[in-house]
């Protein structure tokens, strides 16, 4: 289809009455507006006779064109200008929410009560590893695996220390029943209580 074809055409769809009706907003703010678009765009008479279009038919299709990205730029300009924006606050919030290992132990023993013995012994594990962050003998973080915890522990603790061997038991018997799939028992917390215990004991 050649160019000139394409312009008539378009001009012919523009010159419809459903693109041709009277703004809601008064006709004066419109010319003020569009006097201001060529004041800082001096090509735009360019543009119109580029087109065969006036200025405000072309404002009025660029403004269909950008319509449905208007809620992604209202969301991007929003989380821009917006520095105390909801996500950041729940992150903080969840931050400082953060469980205790004297919590996680409280979960355990709800477990417990419960007869969910599998859970307590997972929170008696979580709440070893809370132990140790808290006193900075744990530096690896969340990521870290339970071998790098335990290379961490003998480097700072020493492999004779009672409470190591304490967490390296305590270890393996939550390793043998949470990816083991192994039945966890009331006699498997309680010996992982008081493993936890000699872990607090051979820290003071």
């Not at 919030?93 to 009560?113: D, F, I, S, V, Y």
């Not at 603790?157 to 409470?163: D, F, I």
């Given at each position: 289809?050649?160019?000139?074809?394409?312009?008539?055409?378009?001009r012919?769809?523009?010159?419809?009455?459903e693109?041709?009706?009277?703004?809601?907003?008064?006709?004066?703010?419109?010319?003020?507006?569009?006097?201001?678009?060529?004041?800082?765009?001096?090509?735009?008479?360019?543009?119109?006779?580029?087109?065969?279009?006036?200025?405000?038919?072309?404002?009025?299709?660029?403004?269909?064109?950008?319509?449905?990205?208007?809620p992604?730029?209202?969301?991007?300009?929003?989380?821009?200008?917006?520095?105390?924006?909801?996500?950041?606050?729940?992150?903080?919030k969840?931050?400082?929410?953060?469980?205790?290992?004297?919590?996680?132990?409280?979960?355990?023993?709800?477990?417990?009560?419960g007869?969910?013995?599998?859970?307590?012994?997972?929170f008696?594990?979580?709440?070893?590893?809370?132990?140790?962050?808290?006193?900075?003998?744990?530096?690896s973080?969340?990521?870290?695996?339970?071998?790098?915890?335990?290379?961490?522990?003998?480097?700072?603790?020493?492999?004779?220390?009672?409470?190591?061997?304490?967490?390296?038991?305590?270890?393996?018997?939550?390793?043998?029943?949470w990816?083991?799939?192994?039945?966890?028992?009331?006699?498997?917390?309680?010996?992982?209580?008081?493993?936890?215990a000699?872990?607090?004991?051979?820290?003071?």
């Amino acid at each position: 289809m050649e160019f000139e074809r394409l312009r008539i055409e378009i001009r012919e769809i523009m010159a419809g009455p459903e693109f041709n009706y009277e703004p809601w907003w008064r006709q004066d703010w419109l010319a003020k507006i569009l006097d201001f678009f060529r004041r800082i765009f001096p090509g735009a008479g360019l543009m119109e006779e580029f087109f065969g279009l006036p200025v405000e038919t072309l404002l009025k299709w660029i403004g269909l064109l950008l319509l449905p990205f208007l809620p992604f730029l209202l969301f991007r300009l929003g989380r821009n200008f917006f520095p105390g924006d909801p996500w950041k606050r729940e992150e903080r919030k969840a931050a400082r929410t953060k469980n205790t290992w004297q919590e996680l132990k409280r979960k355990a023993e709800e477990a417990a009560g419960g007869g969910d013995f599998l859970y307590a012994l997972r929170f008696l594990y979580l709440s070893a590893l809370e132990f140790f962050r808290a006193r900075q003998l744990l530096t690896s973080g969340k990521g870290g695996t339970d071998r790098v915890h335990l290379k961490e522990l003998a480097l700072s603790l020493g492999e004779g220390n009672r409470s190591y061997l304490a967490f390296q038991q305590l270890v393996g018997l939550f390793q043998e029943k949470w990816y083991g799939l192994r039945e966890c028992r009331p006699g498997d917390y309680h010996r992982a209580e008081k493993l936890v215990a000699v872990i607090g004991e051979g820290n003071h």
